[in-house]
């Protein structure tokens, strides 16, 4: 009776030692040879010809061989290598209602170079039209293409440089990168990006929801840093959600975990509008009145979120009482999706999270009423960069994962 051989082969080997070669040397700076045999368990051998082979492919280079300031050591200086940084680059877009934001990342994402461009009708809120209405998708596209070139420019990177491209819009995005356009609002969204980016620049285009890639943003480099289960909120305008549950994404079958639609349907809730959206609005509705308040400074300019929340740290009344309605709705909000998926964190995201700071304590006061597992609150540091960050992640996540399969712009073409 013969026995199969199941034993992987010298090539299957070789790349393994690759990925974990180059693993190491992402998570580090300079690295010797020494240490890259502590960190994988390779012989010298294997360690040094490794690092040799993903230095002639261009991932990796190699430092000048001199001690480090104020070593003694006897014979030559160990050689050290490190991430080639730039070697390649990503590209990060938010796709918003009113705007394309683009962020150039180096391959240890740090941020190279960024653009913003507006869609044609300037800005949109969320009471108002929906986006595109008067856009065609192709307007969109050279607006959304735009910002990308625009922030390549501003990096002094070729587009051929660009390894992975990963983009966030506002509607439910599934696995695979389809978009569920059931609704309206969601269908502006379906324009194709995939296929425009890969026809006009030959670039590999992730798709995702945004609220999803703020997850992924806030794990990063957020307030979750180190949390396995949260939730991240965005609440300027509209909410939206993404899940993390055990360090995990979300999507659902087809791309709706996370969608807030329900909230039509809970008790003080009734809509999806956001914070920036009904601070703006009651207090646009207190000035139709005869009440009282230093927002009237602001009527004819155009009240905005921050008026209001800058008023109420003024003890204006009329303000506080705003902030109050909104802590109330907010603790409603966070308790029903903390009933649904129990995360351990609810982090409040997008541009009004600096704000929105001072509604944490009321917030988690009131909790309890709306929930039997109250989670932790806190307020995304990241700003109206968070889609942006976590797009970023997105896309370094794609081009770490698939890096040996990779051809660098000018380097060796040998495959592992």
């Not at 393994?16 to 190491?24: G, I, R």
């Not at 155009?302 to 907010?330: N, P, Q, S, T, Y």
Request: aromatic letters at 6%; a neutral charge; one cysteine or more.
């Amino acid at each position: 009776m013969s026995s199969v051989n199941s034993a992987p082969g010298p090539q299957l080997l070789r790349r393994a030692s690759a990925s974990a070669v180059l693993d190491f040397v992402r998570a580090s700076r300079a690295v010797t040879v020494t240490e890259v045999m502590q960190a994988t368990g390779l012989a010298r051998a294997t360690a040094l010809s490794v690092c040799e082979e993903l230095v002639e492919r261009g991932w990796v280079t190699e430092l000048e061989n001199q001690r480090a300031f104020g070593e003694y050591q006897k014979g030559r200086p160990g050689r050290r290598f490190e991430l080639n940084e730039s070697a390649g680059f990503v590209l990060g877009l938010d796709v918003g209602i009113a705007k394309a934001t683009a962020v150039v990342s180096n391959l240890r994402g740090e941020t190279a170079g960024r653009a913003i461009q507006p869609f044609p009708g300037g800005r949109i809120r969320a009471e108002n039209r929906l986006p595109g209405d008067h856009t065609t998708a192709e307007e969109r596209l050279a607006v959304i293409d735009r910002a990308a070139m625009t922030a390549l420019q501003n990096a002094g990177v070729s587009a051929n440089k660009v390894l992975a491209v990963s983009i966030g819009i506002a509607a439910p995005v599934d696995r695979n990168g389809e978009v569920l356009a059931t609704q309206r609002f969601w269908e502006l969204f379906n324009v194709d990006l995939k296929a425009a980016f890969q026809d006009r620049h030959g670039w590999k285009v992730l798709l995702e929801n945004d609220a999803n890639l703020a997850a992924l943003g806030e794990r990063w480099r957020g307030a979750s840093a180190g949390v396995d289960d949260v939730v991240v909120i965005l609440s300027s305008e509209r909410f939206g959600s993404g899940v993390l549950d055990g360090g995990r994404l979300l999507h659902g079958s087809r791309g709706g975990a996370g969608e807030l639609e329900f909230l039509e349907h809970v008790e003080g809730v009734g809509a999806t509008f956001g914070i920036a959206y009904l601070a703006r609005t009651w207090a646009t509705e207190a000035l139709a009145g005869k009440a009282k308040t230093s927002l009237r400074t602001y009527a004819q300019e155009g009240i905005e979120a921050e008026h209001v929340f800058a008023a109420a740290a003024d003890g204006d009344k009329v303000a506080v009482k705003i902030m109050d309605r909104l802590a109330d709705r907010m603790a409603r909000v966070i308790g029903a999706v903390a009933t649904i998926f129990n995360p351990e964190l609810v982090v409040i995201g997008g541009a009004v999270a600096k704000s929105a700071a001072v509604l944490i304590q009321p917030i988690s006061a009131r909790l309890k009423e709306f929930t039997a597992t109250p989670p932790r609150i806190a307020v995304s540091p990241l700003g109206d960069s968070i889609v942006a960050v976590g797009a970023t992640r997105s896309a370094l996540d794609y081009v770490e994962k698939n890096s040996l399969d990779l051809e660098l712009n000018g380097a060796s073409s040998n495959t592992l």
